[in-house]
């Protein structure tokens, strides 16, 4: 089966812990991304990478941290330093050139 | 700046009635336009798209339709089932020179359907 999973389902950490959630991919698609969504909210981008080794930010970086160091992987880390790191988080795949992305069910990270 | 809005945050059907759900954007230079679908603790899923040369486009039950003269883009779903209920999303790809988000989907807020039985 192909498709984008992401572990676990729910995270729980004390405030002032990083935290790394983790996004896998066997869809071979060249471009990840990682999304917030709050309750009742859209997805806001985080980050993204179009090829492995290289990433950008998107609208809020800010307080995370990413790396591609293979193509099937894009784990994000949320640091100490995101102000209000409880939200639900999303990956999402793309093929090299195709706007269609494809999501993972998702994280809800829970900072108390 | 850009933005993609819903109109109505919530939609309530009837089981068998057609739903419609709306979306203004603002940037006029986009091309492309998606929705998705994100059922309650789950990632959102594909449902369909339209690039800006069509005004149409139809798939199993449900057809977009982008009228680009006002900015809009609806979802039309036909005959409503209970497991049309979730939240929808529609998203355009961003301008090459808006911030973060270029040459990426920008979301909207979503539109909640309840289907009643």
């Known amino acids: 089966d192909g498709g984008i999973t992401q572990s676990p389902k729910y995270l729980f950490r004390k405030e002032g812990q990083n935290v790394t959630l983790s996004c896998e991919q066997n869809l071979n698609h060249d471009a990840m991304y990682w999304y917030r969504q709050d309750p009742g909210q859209g997805l806001r981008l985080i980050y993204y990478s179009q090829i492995v080794n290289d990433f950008q930010k998107g609208d809020i970086a800010e307080g995370y941290s990413v790396s591609r160091e293979k193509k099937e992987s894009f784990p994000l880390t949320v640091t100490s330093a995101q102000k209000n790191p409880t939200a639900f988080y999303l990956c999402?795949?793309?093929?090299?050139?195709?706007?269609?992305?494809?999501f993972g069910p998702g994280t809800r990270l829970t900072v108390t | 700046g850009e933005s993609v809005g819903l109109h109505l945050p919530t939609l309530s059907v009837q089981e068998g009635d057609n739903s419609i759900i709306n979306c203004a954007y603002s940037n006029s230079a986009s091309d492309y336009f998606i929705w998705y679908k994100q059922e309650s603790g789950k990632g959102p899923q594909f449902i369909i798209d339209?690039?800006?040369?069509?005004d149409k486009r139809q798939g199993q039950r449900v057809t977009v339709l982008l009228n680009k003269t006002v900015k809009h883009l609806s979802l039309q779903i036909a005959a409503t089932q209970p497991g049309d209920s979730a939240v929808y999303f529609c998203?355009?790809?961003?301008?090459?020179?808006?911030?973060?988000?270029?040459?990426?989907?920008?979301f909207g807020k979503g539109t909640k359907l309840s289907v009643k039985p």
């Open positions: 999402a795949s793309s093929a090299l050139g195709g706007h269609e992305q494809y």
């Open positions: 339209i690039r800006s040369n069509m």
């Open positions: 998203a355009e790809l961003g301008a090459m020179n808006y911030g973060g988000s270029q040459g990426n989907l920008i």
